[in-house]
């Protein structure tokens, strides 16, 4: 800072000069009004002093006849005016005035200045009022008038000079109002001389008090100084005084220490706070880096959810199916384990009835070995017979061979054996006949035991059918078992599954609410994934700004690092 | 219940009422799963008068439907209101049918 202007002395000792100066120019505007006002009031009082006394100069007679228009006189009469001015030429003008306000007598200096006999001139009213009223001469106030400003007195000049008598005209005695302010100016000359000494004594006594006072605020002023200039090493202020200046410098001591501390705190303060940035600088980046995979992620999820939509719709129609169709099978599986229980009924009557024609077929099978032994029995009988039928069939050949001999005989005996060829005759038709009916008795044995071998065989077939029927009766009564098993293990299943159907998932209103639920899930999830994104979005424009600040942050510490490194400490 | 089922050209109109359970469904099923299998294309199922459905029943409708575009057709459902609908929305069901 520039120190060409005046000093804290010279603007101290200026202000005091101002200050004195100000008092002496009150006390002359002061003074010039009152001295003005009473000289004001002293020059009327000597106008109509002086006005009062000179009417005496005037002879009401000859004034009469003036006024009557006899201007014999005026001479006479002017002359005592002009003596007025000429006695005192201090006045301006003098004139004898009629009480209208006309010239009647004016003096030598009026009728330079223009005006005559008989002009109309200025008359003050209210003077002229007291005139009347108080019959006691009365001064005007001053008034401008021909070009000049003028002060008059009136003095009423009475007839015959007698107070008793009428007020016939007025005798007025002017003043320039130059010579009031003239006079006022000299009067106040020497109150104008003793305030200039005033001022050159305050002046000098304010300089050096002045001066003397301000010393310690030199040598604030030069600590300070030190300390704009970043010198922070200087020894605090020793000054003893008790006033504003002690405490000043108190304080400037305080705050150089405090402005030392401050600057220690942000030389730490910077490192801390350029570190931090630096940190701050890499973790933003990691966030951005983070935010910018959320972001991928949430666009991914949005448009995965988006295809959830879909895949929902589709997931919907299938649950829906599958419920139907689980529903339909416990409803086909109630209907199976009812045709199963009949089922399993049928094939235990089937069961019992196969057990009973199992029974029935053994029986049949004893009947079959039994009649196999009859027709054996029978068989050996028909042999037996076909002997015996063999036997009479030789019996018969031999008989007939035996008749004929004895026929043969007879016939040779002529008459007496007629009688016995007849009865060889007989016994040779009975042989023969004997031997017919052997033979035919041989036939019906061979019949019979041809049928019986035949019987012997279909018994046979039939035994062996019948065992196969049994084997038959068997193999379905085992089918049967199986179908038993099968049946009951069937309605276990069958049971299982209604079991299985009769899950809560299945039911209608849950798989509703389940696709309901999902649909909302998914469909929210869009919106939310959605809003996320919008969200990163934000917070990545946001740690871009971050990153900005803190890029910022860093340039300030080091810029504070570098303002602060011109503080010596 | 089923109260009516008629062909009109490639076209069947099926009338329902009441409350469709899975035994109703079945019948619906089994009415018109022969029909889909001789190339029937397209089903109108009149359900204003429909007071409940349950899954089995929307079940069957979305079976319906499915081998309906495999045949190039398609169902349309008419009339449906309160319970019936919002079934419906909640199942998304009301994206898939072409509701009348």
């Known amino acids: ?569 | 219940m089923i109260d009516q089922i008629k062909q009109e050209n490639d076209t069947m109109y099926i009338t329902l009422s009441g409350k469709i359970y899975v035994e109703e469904a079945t019948a619906v099923r089994e009415k018109l799963f022969p029909c889909l299998d001789r190339g029937c294309k397209h089903f109108v199922f009149d359900m204003s008068r429909v007071t409940f459905i349950d899954s089995s029943g929307l079940g069957v409708l979305v079976a319906i439907q499915k081998r309906a575009l495999q045949n190039r057709g398609g169902v349309s459902i008419k009339g449906l209101t309160g319970e019936v609908k919002e079934l419906f929305e909640l199942t998304r069901l009301n994206q898939v049918f072409q509701l009348d």
């Not at chain 1, 003043?175 to 000494?197: C, P």
């Not at chain 1, 015996?388 to 016939?411: F, G, P, Y």
């Not at chain 1, 069958?494 to 079991?499: D, K, N």
């Open chain 1, 1 to 569: 800072m520039s120190n060409t202007g005046l000093g804290m002395t010279g603007k101290i000792t200026l202000l005091s000069l101002i200050l004195v100066l100000v008092s002496v120019l009150s006390i002359l505007v002061v003074g010039y009004n009152v001295n003005y006002q009473q000289l004001d009031e002293a020059a009327g009082h000597e106008l109509i002093g002086c006005a009062n006394i000179t009417t005496g100069l005037v002879n009401t007679d000859d004034l009469i006849s003036l006024m009557n228009g006899n201007p014999s006189n005026f001479n006479e009469l002017q002359k005592g005016v002009n003596w007025i001015v000429d006695h005192k030429p201090i006045f301006k003008n003098a004139a004898v005035m009629s009480l209208y306000g006309e010239l009647l007598v004016p003096d030598k200096r009026l009728i330079d200045e223009g005006f005559e006999a008989g002009s109309k001139f200025y008359i003050d009213e209210d003077a002229l009022k007291t005139v009347l009223e108080e019959r006691m001469p009365a001064f005007s106030k001053i008034y401008e008038y021909g070009g000049v400003e003028r002060k008059t007195g009136y003095a009423p000049i009475f007839k015959d000079h007698d107070p008793g008598n009428e007020i016939i005209a007025l005798m007025t005695v002017d003043f320039d109002e130059q010579i009031i302010q003239n006079r006022t100016i000299a009067m106040l000359q020497s109150t104008v001389q003793t305030g200039s000494m005033f001022l050159i004594i305050t002046g000098l006594i304010a300089y050096f008090v002045v001066r003397r006072m301000i010393k310690p605020v030199i040598l604030i002023e030069k600590q300070v100084e030190q300390v704009a200039d970043g010198n922070l090493t200087l020894q605090p202020l020793q000054i003893k005084n008790k006033d504003e200046l002690g405490r000043l410098a108190y304080g400037v001591n305080k705050m150089v220490e405090n402005i030392r501390a401050i600057i220690n705190g942000v030389y730490d303060t910077t490192d801390k706070v350029a570190a931090s940035a630096e940190d701050m600088a890499a973790t933003t980046e990691q966030v951005t880096m983070a935010a910018t995979e959320v972001a991928r992620n949430t666009t991914q999820v949005a448009s995965d959810a988006e295809a959830g939509n879909e895949a929902i719709i589709e997931a919907s129609q299938a649950l829906l199916q599958l419920s139907s169709l689980i529903q339909m099978a416990k409803n086909k599986a109630k209907s199976a384990e009812e045709n199963s229980i009949v089922t399993q009924e049928a094939a235990e009557q089937g069961k019992e009835t196969v057990n009973n024609v199992f029974d029935r077929m053994e029986n049949i099978k004893n009947q079959t070995l039994e009649t196999e032994q009859f027709i054996s029995k029978l068989d050996q009988h028909s042999k037996e017979i076909h002997g015996i039928a063999e036997t009479i069939t030789k019996i018969a050949e031999q008989t007939n061979l035996l008749a004929l001999n004895a026929e043969i005989e007879a016939a040779r005996a002529g008459e007496a054996g007629r009688g016995f060829a007849v009865v060889a005759d007989e016994v040779r038709k009975l042989a023969e006949q004997s031997n017919r009916e052997a033979g035919q008795v041989s036939q019906i044995i061979d019949e019979i035991a041809r049928a019986t071998s035949d019987t012997v065989s279909a018994t046979h077939q039939s035994r062996l059918e019948v065992e196969e029927g049994v084997d038959a009766v068997k193999k379905a009564g085992a089918a049967l078992d199986q179908i038993l098993k099968a049946v009951e293990s069937t309605v276990i299943d069958i049971q299982s599954i209604a079991e299985v159907t009769d899950d809560e998932v299945a039911t209608s209103d849950k798989i509703v609410e389940l696709i309901n639920s999902l649909a909302t899930f998914i469909e929210n999830t869009a919106s939310n994934a959605q809003q996320v994104s919008a969200s990163t979005q934000q917070t990545s424009a946001s740690m871009q700004t971050i990153s900005e600040s803190t890029r910022r942050l860093n340039d300030m510490a080091a810029e504070l690092k570098v303002s602060v490194s011109s503080f010596k400490i």
